[in-house]
Each structure stands twice: as C-alpha cells, then as structure tokens.
C-alpha cells in the first residue's frame, strides 16, 4: 500500500479475519452506504474494543423527544472542529448533511455552527460540547441547568455530555491513528 492510499498507522486487518460479527457490521455498511468506512477497518485492529465502541455509538445516536439525530451530529460535528479531527469532519459533515436535508447548512454548522443561524438551544448545547472539550475543568451544574432551561431533560443532559465524550475519544484515536477519511465522504449528500 503507497502513502495515498494509507488509512492508518497501524497495521488495518483483513476483513476476513474479523469475528463473525464485525464482518457482518461491514458488510451492513457496503449495503447501506455503498463503502465500509475507515473507522470501522482501522479501528478494527482491536476488533473486541471495535465492538464496544460501536455499540455505545448506536445508543448514543438515538434520536429523543429534545434531542434529534441531527442535533446529535452537530454536537459531533462542533466537537471535531474544535479538536481539528479530519477524519469526524469529514465524516460527520456528511452524516449531519444527510440528516438536515440540506448540504449548505451542513456545511455551515460543521465549519462555524457560531455563524450557522441555530436556535439558542442548539447554540447552549454546541457551546456546551466545545467547552467540555477544550476547557473541561470548567463545567459547572450552571452549565446544565443551563441546558434543561431550553427543555432538555436530565438524561438528554447527560446524553449531550456522553456525545461530546464520544467524540474527543474518537477524535483522539483518529489524530493518534492517521486515520484519513473516505474519499466517497466528500460527495456524499450533496
């Protein structure tokens, strides 16, 4: 494999030699989104630790009475940008496309959400994100009452917190990984 096409630092296994249930996790994805996507095959180096984190991205991407699935992809969106992470960028700039329905306020929000003309609420919780991600020693209960004084409960609180937590991890084994997008990413809900 040649530098362009490198997707990790790490050795990226063969998908044949994956337990049952990621090969079946890959092949969903070929089915649903045409690719498996990078994330998946370099994570999947620790196929074990690949399947919990999977299954804790699933709970945490469903949708609640406050909280939709594209808000939850902003907060992903706001938190990568502010680790500088290309690959959830990349990535979650589409998901967040996809789930508005609209390429231009997508992009928007996943570049400068501050510009992107959101509702108070969705600016509280995105600037609530970006400073559990770059100041955490800051937060304070004022920071989620804040939050449930624009109707979200206490669990969806706590989903905002688990989100944002998500996605430093994310972003952190993908900046230690050199893990690159995929390149159909780019052209995908446009």
């Known amino acids: 494999m ?26 969903k994805a070929r089915e649903r989104i045409g690719f498996v996507p990078n994330v ?7 196929s074990e630790r690949l399947s919990a984190w999977f299954a804790h991205y699933k ?9 939709n699935a594209a808000e939850r992809e902003m907060i ?3 938190v990568s940008m502010a680790n500088g992470c290309l690959y ?6 589409e998901a967040l496309r996809e789930a508005l329905g609209d390429p231009v306020q997508g992009d ?10 959101l509702s108070q609420k969705m600016l509280a919780v995105l600037d609530y994100a970006v400073k559990l991600t770059v100041e955490p020693r800051e937060c304070s ?44 990413y780019h052209a995908m809900a446009r």
């Open 141 to 184: 209960t004022h920071d989620i009452e804040h939050l449930k004084s624009f109707g979200l409960t206490t669990e969806e609180v706590w989903d905002v917190i688990e989100i944002a937590a998500m996605y430093n991890f994310t972003n952190r084994m993908a900046h230690a990984t050199g893990m690159m997008p995929n390149p159909e």
């Open 76 to 78: 992903a969106v706001a």
């Open 88 to 93: 959830c960028l990349i990535s979650h700039g």
């Open 108 to 117: 928007r929000i996943t570049l400068d959400y501050k510009r992107a003309n």
């Open 59 to 67: 709970q945490l991407h469903e949708p609640t009475e406050h909280l």
């Open 2 to 27: 040649n530098d362009e096409e490198q997707i990790s630092w790490f050795p990226v296994p063969d998908e044949e030699q994956l337990p049952e249930n990621l090969r079946k996790l890959f092949s």
């Open 40 to 46: 998946f095959r370099v994570m999947s180096f620790r």
